[in-house]
């Protein structure tokens, strides 16, 4: 159920919709176990907007969602008959009590819970703007730009916007454009590639910049970019060049969404390593995308 929600299109937050409600710890149960006890929750967030009740799925903040919320997200996405029989038949149950539950979190255990939010994905990008402006990169570094406004569209569209912004920023040599956030990668079942949604970032932005002065880095803050072991790839503007002249079809490994199988090949017959492989961090905080322009 796990693989078809990630690879079908779906937002985080609606994926955790649906995890919530296939779990014993998720969506608050964990609080619920143990009612009486006072709970301080410091939280590593990986969600756009910083939604405690989506975050790692809420173990220990109240549910605002409900089984009939699941079943839209999968019906929405054309999941539905991608999930074992077991998980549809959990869903279509229901949740008995919930009137109760609600009742419980407003006399009970709210009052007793509290939850703190110690890292983001926003705080990242103020300490990566902060390092960048820092003497150590003044040679180099003339200018910062971030985007505040989190990356949470189609991946396609989502590289559409940074070309443009970075074409209105190329005047002045020496700009960083950074973003983050997490862009929705949406893989059709049969696709048997390996990548993930920084990978296909990658790739995809290789393709807009060939033949310009400028890099992309993509990498996930978790380590492990989708069904890959990379966290991600670091492309210029001479990438698609050096693959064509290997006999790599870029487009191709787009549309087989193979984009680790590219970058691969593009080591093995090229010695031109763009993956970046750091192994699992520890800590996930979204994506990181920085253009070098």
Same mark, same amino acid.
């Given at each position: 159920?796990?693989?078809?929600?990630?690879?079908?299109?779906?937002?985080?937050?609606?994926?955790?919709?649906?995890?919530?409600?296939?779990?014993?710890?998720?969506?608050?149960?964990?609080?619920?176990?143990?009612?009486?006890?006072?709970?301080?929750?410091?939280?590593?967030?990986?969600?756009?907007?910083?939604?405690?009740?989506?975050?790692?799925?809420?173990?220990?903040?109240?549910?605002?969602?409900?089984?009939?919320?699941?079943?839209?997200?999968? +019906?929405?996405? =054309?999941?539905?008959?991608?999930?074992?029989?077991?998980?549809?038949?959990?869903?279509?149950?229901?949740?008995?009590?919930?009137? !109760?539950?609600?009742?419980?979190?407003?006399?009970?255990?709210?009052?007793?819970?509290?939850?703190?939010?110690?890292?983001?994905?926003?705080?990242?990008?103020?300490?990566? +703007?902060?390092?960048?402006?820092?003497?150590?990169?003044? !040679?180099?570094?003339?200018?910062?730009?971030?985007?505040?406004?989190?990356?949470?569209?189609?991946? +396609?569209?989502?590289?559409?916007?940074?070309?443009?912004?970075?074409?209105?920023?190329?005047?002045?040599?020496?700009?960083?454009?950074?973003?983050?956030?997490?862009?929705?990668?949406?893989?059709?079942?049969?696709?048997?590639?390996?990548?993930?949604?920084?990978?296909?970032?990658?790739?995809?932005?290789?393709?807009?910049?060939?033949?310009?002065?400028?890099?992309?880095?993509?990498?996930?803050?978790?380590?492990?970019?989708?069904?890959?072991?990379?966290?991600?790839?670091?492309?210029?503007? =001479?990438?698609?060049?050096?693959?064509?002249?290997?006999?790599?079809?870029?487009?191709?490994?787009?549309?087989? #969404?193979?984009?680790?199988? #590219?970058?691969?090949?593009?080591? +093995?017959?090229?010695?031109? !390593?763009?993956?970046?492989?750091?192994?699992?961090?520890?800590?996930?905080?979204?994506?990181?995308?920085?253009?070098?322009?």
């Amino acid at each position: 159920a796990n693989r078809a929600l990630v690879t079908g299109g779906a937002t985080i937050q609606e994926i955790n919709t649906v995890r919530k409600h296939l779990s014993q710890v998720k969506g608050g149960r964990l609080r619920m176990a143990a009612p009486d006890a006072m709970f301080v929750t410091l939280v590593l967030s990986d969600v756009i907007g910083d939604d405690l009740s989506s975050i790692a799925s809420g173990p220990t903040v109240q549910d605002p969602t409900t089984c009939s919320d699941a079943i839209r997200v999968l +019906e929405r996405h =054309d999941l539905w008959d991608r999930i074992p029989e077991s998980c549809r038949n959990q869903l279509l149950h229901g949740d008995a009590g919930e009137a !109760d539950r609600a009742a419980m979190w407003r006399d009970h255990l709210g009052p007793r819970s509290h939850t703190m939010v110690v890292a983001s994905n926003a705080v990242v990008l103020r300490s990566l +703007e902060r390092e960048l402006l820092s003497q150590r990169y003044a !040679d180099f570094v003339t200018r910062v730009e971030v985007e505040r406004s989190p990356v949470t569209g189609p991946v +396609e569209e989502t590289v559409d916007a940074h070309v443009a912004r970075a074409l209105s920023l190329s005047s002045q040599p020496g700009t960083l454009l950074i973003s983050g956030g997490e862009p929705v990668v949406s893989v059709p079942p049969l696709a048997s590639g390996t990548g993930g949604r920084m990978l296909h970032y990658a790739l995809l932005a290789a393709r807009s910049i060939a033949g310009r002065d400028w890099a992309v880095l993509a990498c996930g803050t978790d380590g492990i970019d989708g069904t890959s072991p990379a966290a991600g790839a670091v492309v210029t503007g =001479d990438t698609i060049a050096t693959a064509t002249r290997c006999g790599l079809d870029a487009d191709a490994y787009v549309r087989s #969404f193979d984009s680790y199988g #590219f970058f691969k090949a593009l080591k +093995e017959r090229s010695g031109h !390593d763009a993956i970046i492989v750091t192994g699992p961090t520890g800590t996930n905080v979204n994506d990181i995308m920085l253009w070098a322009l």
